[in-house]
């Protein structure tokens, strides 16, 4: 081949590497226009979507300096983001709010000091941040860690969210809750007070019953407020009562079957002594059940199991008890140890199994003593 062919010869190969590589210069090149619109698409709906969020997304270094904060911040707090960023942690905290932001800092350093915890932890705190105006607003925030390649911790990032109104709603409700409790309180104390101003025996057998409840809930682990509840409405459950002649209750004699069956009405009227009386709990519910029993035997509406209110249940088992164990005008006192006996048998049949356990076990492995005594008229609140 002449020298001529063979220069023709390479430069032909030359243009074929140079087109070659012309194709795929183009080819990276629409790959990056195609890259390019996909970034212009993701940054677009991330200012739509900061621009317009009601939650407040910022970012801290770990000295608490605000390094980023989306523009939701002015419609939240009154601030830009410019002049958020410029601010000091002390000017946008409450001194309360600020201590616990570096008590939380001081033990999330600690964490990563001692390289325990959970690279990808959140912690969720409830902060108090001032407002533009002088005002006070209540922030959920939630924060996560910002972290170097190799793991180092280098800041926050958070997510705010304004909850003031929800927490003064809240804040109103307690406040309502509690004089509704204390009113609550002062009715019971005067319900009971007529109650032993008309019959002192009574009053002491609704006070012992009350007690015995109150222990048997506590065994069953019942929460705090439910306890309470049951305290209360066993501390009133014979207030149908006062609506029976005296010379019927306190009776030395066996009662005939008329006497009994006006004896048997003061369920419902207790139901309708108190059913108007503004209460978190089912009190006129509770007094209305506490004969049922589980078998359907009791009464008066004859319910059956769970359809009782089980706070009935645990009144009826006190009630019980209490009544075996303590004299009566019509015979002396049969004892404990017979009135536990009754609950032992009739477990499952006349009493719920789980109450008649509890009321069982707090006698017998607990040394529970009938008493009249801590009968306080305070009305606890929820715990």
């Not at 409790?181 to 019971?188: D, F, N, P």
């Not at 004969?291 to 009782?308: A, F």
């Amino acid at each position: 081949m002449s020298d001529t062919s063979k220069n023709n010869a390479g430069s032909i190969q030359e243009i074929q590497t140079l087109r070659r590589r012309i194709r795929e210069l183009e080819q990276s090149v629409e790959a990056l226009k195609h890259i390019e619109e996909d970034l212009r698409e993701s940054e677009t709906k991330y200012r739509f979507l900061t621009e317009n969020m009601a939650d407040v997304s910022f970012t801290v270094d770990l000295d608490l300096r605000t390094t980023y904060v989306s523009p939701s911040i002015e419609k939240v707090l009154g601030f830009t983001p410019e002049e958020r960023r410029s601010q000091k942690v002390e000017e946008q905290l409450t001194p309360q709010a600020l201590q616990l932001a570096f008590d939380i800092m001081a033990e999330e350093t600690k964490q990563e000091e001692a390289e325990e915890a959970d690279p990808d932890r959140s912690r969720t705190l409830i902060l108090d941040y001032y407002h533009k105006d002088g005002s006070i607003k209540i922030l959920e925030t939630n924060l996560r860690g910002i972290r170097e390649k190799d793991g180092t911790l280098k800041g926050f990032y958070g997510l705010s969210r304004d909850i003031t109104d929800r927490k003064r709603a809240d804040e109103e409700r307690k406040k309502n809750l509690e004089h509704l409790r204390k009113a609550l309180g002062t009715t019971i104390q005067i319900v009971v007070s007529l109650t032993e101003a008309r019959d002192a025996y009574t009053a002491g057998h609704q006070q012992r019953v009350a007690n015995l409840a109150r222990a048997i809930a506590s065994e069953m682990g019942l929460p705090r407020n439910t306890i309470e509840g049951i305290r209360i409405a066993a501390s009133i459950h014979d207030i149908g009562k006062m609506s029976v002649p005296i010379d019927i209750l306190a009776k030395p004699a066996k009662l005939t079957e008329a006497e009994f069956g006006l004896i048997k009405e003061h369920p419902g009227k207790g139901y309708e002594i108190i059913k108007d009386v503004d209460s978190p709990w089912p009190l006129a519910e509770i007094v209305y059940q506490h004969h049922e029993r589980v078998n359907g035997s009791g009464y008066p509406l004859g319910l059956e199991g769970e359809d009782i209110l089980l706070e009935a249940r645990i009144i009826g088992v006190a009630d019980v008890i209490e009544a075996m164990a303590s004299h009566r005008p019509y015979r002396p006192a049969l004892g404990i140890n017979v009135a536990l006996q009754e609950i032992e048998e009739n477990s499952g049949i006349l009493y719920d199994p789980d109450v008649a356990a509890a009321c069982l076990k707090i006698f017998r492995e607990k040394g529970f003593v009938l008493s009249e005594d801590n009968m306080a008229w305070s009305i606890v609140g929820e715990g």
